[in-house]
């Protein structure tokens, strides 16, 4: 998927539009329970309701930037295996486990780099430095 640029916008534009509501053909609803931004990175839980399918929660990871016309996004969810990880550790427990594997994996991804900050500070750190350290 590509980038979409909305002629005119403003960041705060680009973030209200990819935390609002919406609804399906179907009956069914898709509503944001937290969002946060950690740069030009916004992190949206959802939760997905129909009526005949169990609620179903995921996480979203929205990325923005800004052009000449206005500012614009790309939206992938967590099965896409985005490298973002600075998602919210408790979003992961709200959303519940994951049937996708790929999911999972990003949200393991994301608790060790949380992990990683709380034992080695806020400075990034390389996988390869926490390999090399964690081998000592």
């Known amino acids: 998927m590509g980038w979409d640029f909305t002629f005119g916008a403003t960041r705060k534009d680009i973030i209200r539009q990819a935390t609002d509501e919406w609804k399906t053909e179907a009956g069914g609803t898709g509503k944001s329970l937290r969002h946060c931004c950690r740069g030009n990175v916004i992190y949206i839980l959802w939760e997905i309701t129909r009526p005949d399918v169990p609620v179903m929660r995921f996480i979203e990871v929205v990325l923005m930037k800004k052009s000449r016309e206005g500012w614009g996004c790309k939206k992938m969810d967590e099965t896409m295996g985005p490298y973002y990880h600075e998602c919210p550790i408790s979003y992961i427990g709200m959303a519940g486990p994951s049937k996708y594997e790929s999911a999972q994996k990003w949200r393991d991804e ?10 080695f500070g806020k400075r990034r750190r390389n996988e390869k430095d926490i390999y090399e350290r964690e081998m000592l």
Not at 110 to 119: A, G, P, Q
Request: net charge positive; no cysteine; aromatic share 0%.
């Open 110 to 119: 994301v608790i060790l780099r949380h992990e990683n900050k709380r034992r």
